[in-house]
């Protein structure tokens, strides 16, 4: 089992910076492929960014392309989402997950950070 923690969440004017956390326990998630997404009110959630463990190459919604990025650290067995340029738009809740095969379902979620851009 896996277990994945986000932090990182907050309140912040638009046009600035978080950078978000997703800390996996359990067993290591290196060879994972991870996901980001988020869940604003009243809407469904929706994908935000997708990184390959192995290779480190990350996708993007093309909402948050060129303002996200989203990497990964072996050592800390922890996935990163930097978001600049944040804009009120972008208030959501904001999930990471897991999954090991790239064409199945994600298999884990973490519980989720809220991310508050003001106008």
């Known amino acids: 089992q896996v277990q994945l923690v986000e932090s990182g969440g907050g309140l912040v004017q638009a046009g600035g910076s978080l950078r978000l956390s997703c800390a996996a326990s359990g067993r290591t998630i290196n060879g994972y492929y991870m996901g980001w997404f988020r869940q604003a009110p009243g809407k469904e959630r929706e994908f935000v960014a997708f990184i390959n463990w192995n290779s480190g190459r990350g996708s993007y919604a093309d909402s948050v392309k060129g303002r996200f990025t989203t990497t990964r650290d072996s050592a800390k067995n922890t996935v990163y989402l930097q978001m600049n340029n944040l804009e009120p738009e972008d208030t959501a809740v904001y999930y990471c997950?897991?999954?090991?095969?790239?064409?199945?379902?994600?298999?884990?979620w973490g519980q989720g950070t809220q991310v508050t851009v003001s106008s």
């Open positions: 997950a897991a999954k090991i095969s790239v064409y199945s379902e994600y298999d884990y």
